[in-house]
Nanobody
Framework: QVQLVESGGGLVQPGGSLRLSCAVS????????IGWFRQAPGKEREGISC????????FDADFVKGRFTISRDNAKNTVYLQMNSLKPEDTATYYC??????????????????????WGKGTLVTVSS
């Protein structure tokens, strides 16, 4: 069974950086797509970015504007989200999710309305002084 475990969240000051990790296990195919999403209290889920495991192709939401970067380390079966220049409005629970289709992930990140096949439980990021 697929398991996704996020880590790396915590308290950071405005302007600071965090690197989130998503460890993937139990997926029996050699190709998958990981997306990063976030949800702030009282707000809808918001897509951030997607990455393919095979060639590292990415897709980013427009609002990221270069502050967030998704990457992968296939040897560790881990996907990362590097977050720089953090703002208080970035405060949210950050989730990674898996699907077999890049198209599904792109749609989910773009609209937030299409579900992914499996989700982690999230890691909380709090940006505050």
């Amino acid at each position: 069974q697929v398991q996704l475990v996020e880590s790396g969240g915590g308290l950071v000051q405005p302007g600071g950086s965090l690197r989130l990790s998503c460890a993937v296990s139990g997926f029996r195919l050699n190709y998958y797509v990981i997306g990063w999403f976030r949800q702030a209290p009282g707000k809808e889920r918001e897509g951030i970015s997607c990455i393919r495991s095979d060639d590292g192709t990415t897709f980013d939401a427009d609002f990221v504007k270069g502050r967030f970067t998704i990457s992968r380390d296939n040897a560790k079966n881990t996907v990362y989200l590097q977050m720089n220049s953090l703002k208080p409005e970035d405060t949210a629970t950050y989730y990674c999710a898996l699907d077999a289709s890049m198209r599904v992930c792109r749609t989910a990140v773009s609209s937030g309305t299409v579900g992914m096949d499996a989700w982690g439980k999230g890691t909380l990021v709090t940006v505050s002084s």
